[in-house]
């Protein structure tokens, strides 16, 4: 099955600096979603983007839905020690709304 | 996450067994998904069911088996033909079927003895 492109595959930052991450795929796709996961935990929902060029917040956070809808970035600003975790992309494609396609992940380390 | 009960937490299997992953929501969700996740790798879809009585197979079906008899309950079976059953299985539910953001279980991490 496919899998969205989702880079840096991981990220070493010091306390207080800011991330930046970002999925990219060849299909459109009709929503993106960020998830977080911790170690022996489900994903968890950060953000649900539905509409292109869409920019939403949830506290440090800041996720958008690219305008050609084949792309999304997160970004952490600020970030402390209990961001640690992996993050990963999810979305719809317009070709099977009812399937979630998922990026490989990028694996988060804050050093303090 | 709240409202989605995965058990249990960790499970070992014998070599030729089969064994089943519960999946219980409380939350009258309409669709269900059965995810298998190995170290390193994002998620992969084994199966799904978007309304009791029926569900579909996902990317990764070979080697299991579901049922959906309730609508709170979606069991996985792993049997003895999944030839590479060790890997860490998530459920999650979303409210109805097209463009719904899925909720996950903690996790059944399986294991062979």
């Known amino acids: 099955g496919q899998q969205l492109n989702q880079s840096p595959q991981s990220m070493f930052i010091q306390e207080g600096e800011d991330v930046s991450m970002n999925c990219t795929s060849s299909s459109i796709f009709n929503t993106w979603l960020w998830y977080k996961q911790e170690p022996g935990e489900g994903p968890v929902l950060l953000i649900a983007l539905y509409k292109a060029g869409e920019l939403t917040s949830n506290g440090r956070l800041t996720a958008q839905f690219g305008i050609t809808r084949k792309d999304s970035f997160l970004n952490i600003s600020a970030s402390i020690p209990s961001d640690v975790g992996i993050y990963f992309c999810?979305?719809?494609?317009?070709?099977?709304?009812?399937?979630?396609?998922f990026g490989t992940g990028t694996r988060l380390q804050v050093f303090p | 996450d709240g409202g989605i009960t995965q058990s249990p937490k960790y499970l070992f299997r014998k070599e030729g067994q089969n064994v089943t992953l519960s999946c219980e929501q409380n939350l009258n969700h309409d669709a269900m998904y059965w995810y298998r996740q190995d170290p390193g790798q994002g998620l992969r879809l084994i199966y799904y069911s978007q309304i009791v009585n029926d569900f579909q197979k996902g990317d990764i079906a070979e080697g299991y088996s579901v049922s959906r008899e309730k609508k709170e309950s979606f069991p996985l079976t792993v049997t003895s033909a999944q030839k590479n059953p060790t890997a860490f299985y998530l459920c999650a539910i979303a409210p109805g079927a097209g463009n719904q953001p899925q909720h996950f279980g903690d996790g059944t991490r399986l294991s062979i003895l």
């Open positions: 999810a979305g719809h494609p317009v070709y099977n709304t009812d399937k979630l396609i």
